[in-house]
Structures are given as structure tokens and as C-alpha cells.
């Protein structure tokens, strides 16, 4: 599948030739809309993992060619498609970058990275959305210091929406949606358990009034579970973070998380580190927690290690006070900031992305909003 596109490469034309010789190994040769496309690492890992698991097979090896203009018409056209077939409904505007934070087991650190991150887009000026699937443990909105309630309003065609809660940093702002802006205590949210956990999440996806955002952020549940693979299905263009501490054991569980993305097709932008050291007040750094998990994990699934957030008590005073470490100053601060710094300006580098499917996705969403959709033809239709 590729990753961004939720389309399988055949389909989409860029499996271009499959030699087999007498001891069973493979050639693949799969065309790329650039050469350059950062999201070539993970189609190679996932067609040899999947290929090399076929009966006789001995070894698999891929070449890579470039699409002409024709085919990346085609591949374009084919993308439109997908948008308007997987994302019917998602309030969520083609601009904004959709990254869930993530992790295998609890307590990591997910709800504050993510409100950390947050609040490190808004003090650089900017837009972020903040979604807490966290439904019925959510802690978002006293991480935010937040007490509003979500209101509801009328669109001109007589649709109900939900309005986040606007919670300004800065020159920046947050649009936070969460159970707990609903309901007054955990113990009210625990009744919609089970109930409409998944529904909960489309809720807020489909029938919020979003608006323009700069980055929608979304704090995952602990686990790999419904929630998640609910996710991959309405919202096939997210990104995933992946938090660990530096224990390798909870590496190990977050591999687990890794895997559940690739196999929903979630791209994993990298690994977040938390918890890495404690720095005592004479500059002793103590590693509580081990090291090396997040380094480790990185390597393993293939993806860069984005940040390390040292261990800090005012991430966890923050917490509680509801202003968030990233707003004020210190290293975890520093921290937060640079890996907002890097989402922004590395992760994904514009000039990276320049013509590869990625960018086709969101140049599809866009003639899609444009009320520019069309089907897509063998052909090659613009
Ligand atoms: N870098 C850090 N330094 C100090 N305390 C931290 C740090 N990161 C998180 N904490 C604290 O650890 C606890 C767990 O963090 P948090 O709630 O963000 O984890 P989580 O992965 O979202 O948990 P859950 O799985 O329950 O949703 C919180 O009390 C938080 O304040
Ligand atoms: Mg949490």
C-alpha cells in the first residue's frame, strides 16, 4: 500500500515489473511519482517484508524508476478518487497536517507531548488543533488549564456542528476538542464506554467545525486498539509519533505501535523519546529510566528519532496547572520547541516533498474542496 495514497501500488500503477529466476529470487521493480519521495524507505520495508514471506521465496530485491507525467497524472487522478472515497465527511481542511502522538503501552508521556507540541506551534504564531481521543481518560483539558464547554451551532444548511474550545498562546492558537469539554467527570465519560468509543472519535472529526489549522494534533489512547485502526480508516493521511521512554522493555512495546500503523498504512513521521534523563540541580544527569529505548526504537522501525524530553518536574507541574512547560522556559521547554522546529522545517521539508504522492494528496484535497473531482481513468486523466 502506499502510504500516503491508502491505494495498493498496483493499483496505482507503480508496481512497474516482477522477475523471478529458477531460486526463487525476486525483482521488483516499482516506479516512484520522484525518485526522491521520503516515503520510499517504507514502501521498500513493507514489499520485501510482504514478499519475502511468499512460499519459494529465496531473496527480494527492488529497482526503482520514475513516473512519466502521464502516469503521475494517473496516480493523481487515482488519488482524488481515494480522498473523496475515504474521507467523506472529515471536517478536517487538505491543509493542515494531521499527526496522531501515539504509543504501546500508558503513561509514556503522549497527552504531554502533545499539549507541549501544541503549545509550541502557538507561541511560533501558528494554528494547532488539538483532538483528545483519549475518551474516557482524558486529560487534556486539565493539561491545557482549560474549564469551557463545547457549544453547538447551526450552519446555514441547518447542520448541527460542534465549535472547539479556543484556547490563545501567544500569537498562536489552540482548538481543543475533548470528552472531559462535554462532561463535568471521568466518571460520566466511563458511562459512554465502549458504547460509542469510535463514534466518539468520528464525532469529533466529522462534526466538529475544525476551521483553518495549521497542525491537528491527536492524543491517542494507550494501546494499539479500535481506536486507532478507526482512525487509519477516516483519516488514511494521518501521521503517527511514537512515544517511548528509554527502557529498552518499553521499546519493545512500542514496536507494537509501529506495527499497528503499518498495517492500517499510517506513515510514521518518528520517535519521541520522553523521560530520557533527570538533570539535578548540581548538573548531574541521572538516567532513571535506562537509555537508549528511543534510539533503539527508532532503528528498528526505520524512522528518525525526533526528540529526547528530558525528565523535568515542571512538564508534570505544568501538567497539573494547566501551563503547559513549553510555554515557559528550561530544557524540556527547549526540547519541545526544537521538535516543533524540526516537524516544521524537517520532517517533511517542502523541497522533499516537491512531486512526490504526499504532496499529490494534498493537491488532490485541494481541487477536491474546489469542487474539482473527477474519476479516475486508465488513461491518464488530469
Ligand atoms: N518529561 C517528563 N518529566 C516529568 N514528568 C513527566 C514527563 N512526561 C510526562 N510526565 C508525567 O508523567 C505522567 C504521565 O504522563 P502523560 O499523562 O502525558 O502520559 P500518557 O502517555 O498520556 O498517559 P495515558 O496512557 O494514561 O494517557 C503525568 O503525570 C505527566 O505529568
Ligand atoms: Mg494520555
Same mark, same amino acid.
Given at each position: 500500500?502506499?502510504?500516503?495514497?491508502?491505494?495498493?501500488?498496483?493499483?496505482?500503477?507503480?508496481?512497474?515489473?516482477?522477475?523471478?529466476?529458477?531460486?526463487?529470487?525476486?525483482?521488483?521493480?516499482?516506479?516512484?511519482?520522484?525518485?526522491?519521495?521520503?516515503?520510499?524507505?517504507?514502501?521498500?520495508?513493507?514489499?520485501?517484508?510482504?514478499?519475502?514471506?511468499?512460499p519459494g521465496v529465496s531473496g527480494v530485491r527492488l529497482e526503482w524508476t520514475e513516473m512519466n507525467p502521464d502516469e503521475k497524472a494517473a496516480v493523481m487522478a487515482r488519488a482524488r478518487w481515494n480522498v473523496r472515497d475515504q474521507e467523506q465527511g472529515a471536517e478536517i481542511p487538505a491543509t493542515t497536517r494531521v499527526i496522531t502522538i501515539s504509543s504501546g503501552k500508558g503513561g509514556v508521556g503522549k497527552s504531554s507531548v502533545t499539549v507541549n507540541l501544541a503549545a509550541a506551534f502557538a507561541k511560533?504564531?501558528?494554528?494547532?488543533?488539538?483532538?483528545?481521543?483519549?475518551?474516557?481518560?482524558?486529560?487534556?483539558?486539565?493539561?491545557?488549564?482549560?474549564?469551557?464547554?463545547?457549544?453547538?451551532?447551526?450552519?446555514?444548511?441547518?447542520?448541527?456542528?460542534?465549535?472547539?474550545?479556543?484556547? +490563545?498562546? $501567544?500569537?498562536?492558537?489552540?482548538? %481543543?476538542?475533548?470528552?472531559?469539554?462535554?462532561?463535568? /467527570?471521568?466518571?460520566? @465519560? !466511563?458511562?459512554?464506554?465502549?458504547?460509542?468509543?469510535?463514534?466518539?472519535?468520528?464525532?469529533?472529526?466529522?462534526?466538529?467545525?475544525?476551521?483553518?489549522?495549521?497542525?491537528?494534533?491527536?492524543?491517542?489512547?494507550?494501546?494499539?486498539?479500535?481506536?486507532?485502526?478507526?482512525?487509519?480508516?477516516?483519516?488514511?493521511?494521518?501521521?503517527?509519533?511514537?512515544?517511548?521512554?528509554?527502557?529498552?522493555?518499553?521499546?519493545?512495546?512500542?514496536?507494537?505501535?509501529?506495527?499497528?500503523?503499518?498495517?492500517?498504512?499510517?506513515?510514521?513521521?518518528?520517535?519521541?523519546?520522553?523521560?530520557?534523563?533527570?538533570?539535578?540541580?548540581?548538573?548531574?544527569?541521572?538516567?532513571?529510566?535506562?537509555?537508549?529505548?528511543?534510539?533503539?526504537?527508532?532503528?528498528?522501525?526505520?524512522?528518525?528519532?525526533?526528540?529526547?524530553?528530558?525528565?523535568?518536574?515542571?512538564?508534570? +507541574?505544568? $501538567?497539573?496547572?494547566?501551563?503547559? %512547560?513549553?510555554?515557559?522556559?528550561?530544557?524540556?521547554? /527547549?526540547?519541545?520547541? @526544537? !521538535?516543533?522546529?524540526?516537524?516544521?522545517?524537517?520532517?517533511?521539508?517542502?523541497?522533499?516533498?516537491?512531486?512526490?504522492?504526499?504532496?499529490?494528496?494534498?493537491?488532490?484535497?485541494?481541487?477536491?474542496?474546489?469542487?474539482?473531482?473527477?474519476?479516475?481513468?486508465?488513461?491518464?486523466?488530469?
Amino acid at each position: 500500500m502506499d502510504p500516503e495514497l491508502g491505494s495498493d501500488i498496483v493499483d496505482l500503477g507503480m508496481a512497474k515489473g516482477v522477475q523471478v529466476d529458477a531460486d526463487g529470487q525476486v525483482l521488483i521493480t516499482v516506479a516512484l511519482t520522484t525518485v526522491g519521495c521520503p516515503l520510499r524507505a517504507q514502501i521498500k520495508r513493507d514489499v520485501v517484508a510482504l514478499v519475502a514471506d511468499l512460499p519459494g521465496v529465496s531473496g527480494v530485491r527492488l529497482e526503482w524508476t520514475e513516473m512519466n507525467p502521464d502516469e503521475k497524472a494517473a496516480v493523481m487522478a487515482r488519488a482524488r478518487w481515494n480522498v473523496r472515497d475515504q474521507e467523506q465527511g472529515a471536517e478536517i481542511p487538505a491543509t493542515t497536517r494531521v499527526i496522531t502522538i501515539s504509543s504501546g503501552k500508558g503513561g509514556v508521556g503522549k497527552s504531554s507531548v502533545t499539549v507541549n507540541l501544541a503549545a509550541a506551534f502557538a507561541k511560533r504564531g501558528l494554528t494547532a488543533g488539538v483532538l483528545d481521543a483519549d475518551i474516557w481518560g482524558f486529560s487534556v483539558p486539565r493539561m491545557l488549564g482549560l474549564d469551557g464547554r463545547l457549544a453547538g451551532e447551526l450552519t446555514s444548511e441547518g447542520e448541527k456542528k460542534i465549535v472547539p474550545v479556543i484556547h +490563545t498562546i $501567544g500569537s498562536g492558537m489552540l482548538k %481543543v476538542v475533548s470528552m472531559g469539554l462535554l462532561v463535568d /467527570d471521568e466518571e460520566s @465519560a !466511563l458511562m459512554w464506554r465502549g458504547l460509542m468509543l469510535n463514534r466518539a472519535v468520528q464525532h469529533f472529526l466529522e462534526d466538529v467545525r475544525w476551521g483553518d489549522m495549521d497542525y491537528l494534533l491527536i492524543d491517542m489512547p494507550p494501546g494499539t486498539g479500535d481506536v486507532q485502526m478507526g482512525l487509519a480508516r477516516m483519516l488514511p493521511r494521518a501521521e503517527m509519533i511514537v512515544v517511548t521512554t528509554p527502557a529498552l522493555a518499553a521499546q519493545k512495546v512500542a514496536v507494537r505501535a509501529v506495527n499497528m500503523a503499518r498495517k492500517s498504512y499510517l506513515r510514521v513521521i518518528g520517535v519521541v523519546e520522553n523521560m530520557s534523563s533527570l538533570t539535578c540541580d548540581h548538573g548531574t544527569r541521572y538516567p532513571l529510566f535506562g537509555t537508549g529505548g528511543g534510539q533503539e526504537l527508532a532503528r528498528t522501525a526505520g524512522v528518525p528519532l525526533l526528540a529526547q524530553i528530558p525528565m523535568e518536574a515542571s512538564v508534570a +507541574t505544568g $501538567g497539573d496547572s494547566g501551563e503547559p %512547560v513549553a510555554t515557559g522556559q528550561g530544557p524540556a521547554s /527547549d526540547a519541545f520547541r @526544537a !521538535l516543533a522546529g524540526k516537524l516544521i522545517e524537517e520532517a517533511v521539508s517542502p523541497v522533499q516533498m516537491a512531486g512526490c504522492s504526499a504532496r499529490m494528496l494534498e493537491l488532490a484535497e485541494a481541487a477536491l474542496d474546489a469542487g474539482d473531482a473527477e474519476a479516475p481513468s486508465s488513461t491518464g486523466a488530469r
